[in-house]
């Protein structure tokens, strides 16, 4: 099944429970395994909290897009932008903060990253596994 929706909310820490139960939403309608959506939603709740606490700006816009065996999670923010490191790494245990893009990285396939004085861009990429059929095909039942 194909499924593309958007939705916009104000990048403060309240709208994060919202942000996450969006996206399990639009990706359990559109067939998404379990556990697909369970470390979509964390990564994504690790993307917003990102830009509550760091971005400025005052909207962050979360876009879900399943297609073709794999569901795409957009999470965009309009605030200051930062240089993302090139591969993010988990700090040491007893260090404050840092966690968020190492742990969107060991959580999905593939996390992608822009950011420029205009805001910040975070695509969160996973394969829906073997037993999803691609867009347009009906699974014999």
Do not use: Y
């Not at 990102?50 to 965009?76: F, P």
């Not at 200051?80 to 893009?101: I, K, Q």
């Amino acid at each position: 099944m194909e499924v593309r929706t958007s939705r916009w909310f104000r990048r403060e820490r309240s709208a994060v429970p919202s942000a996450r139960a969006f996206v399990a939403h639009a990706l359990r309608s559109a067939g998404a395994p379990g556990q697909v959506v369970d470390a979509l939603v964390l990564a994504v709740a690790e993307a917003c909290n990102n830009a509550v606490l760091h971005a400025g700006g005052t909207a962050v816009t979360l876009t879900v897009s399943v297609e073709d065996g794999r569901a795409t999670v957009t999470i965009a923010d309009d605030g200051v932008g930062f240089d993302p490191p090139r591969h993010p790494t988990m700090p040491a245990p007893l260090a404050l903060g840092h966690r968020g893009l190492a742990l969107m990285d060991a959580l999905v396939d593939r996390v992608d990253v822009s950011s420029g004085a205009a805001g910040t861009t975070v695509a969160l990429v996973q394969s829906l596994g073997a037993g999803v059929p691609p867009a347009g095909v009906v699974a014999d039942a």
